[in-house]
Each structure stands twice: as C-alpha cells, then as structure tokens.
C-alpha cells in the first residue's frame, strides 16, 4: 500500500515551512519515545537520528535558499 503524503510545486517558502513542520514532527516522535524504559543503545541510536534529521533540515534550507522561485515535491510513503 502507498499514500501519495505530498506532489506538487511550492513557493521556497511554502516548501520549507512543510519540510520543516514534517521534520520537526519525526523529531518530536524520537524524543517522545527516549524514557527511562529504554536501553542506552536505543537512547543512542534514537539522538543519532534526531542530528541527522536536524542536518538534513540545515541542508534542505540552504538548497531550497539556492534554489528558483519554486520547488517541485513529491513524498509517497510505503507500507510494506
């Protein structure tokens, strides 16, 4: 099954406030699920994605800064 989360073109604007608001939400998930209850490792692994996912979010503003007026996007999810 796939869900089609997001086509079309944006403003530069519009783009990075959707990039931003749906990094964000992944972010926030990854810090909810650190507790007392999980192992280090998880702990680890969990801080090591919210990094990447916040270098990501400076590479994304600075390629869609470089970019036109506008950015083409398209997301499909994929549930296997």
Avoid: P
């Avoid at 964000?24 to 994605?49: A, L, M, Y």
């Amino acid at each position: 099954m796939e869900i089609q989360l997001i086509e079309g073109q944006y403003s530069n604007n519009e783009a990075m406030e959707l990039l931003t608001q749906l990094i964000h939400v992944k972010i926030k998930f990854h810090e909810n699920k650190i507790s007392g209850q999980c192992t280090e490792e998880d702990i680890k692994s969990r801080e090591r994605r919210i990094k990447q996912l916040q270098k990501d979010l400076y590479e994304v503003r600075n390629f869609i800064t470089a970019k036109g007026k506008s950015i083409s996007l398209r997301s499909t999810i994929e549930i296997q």
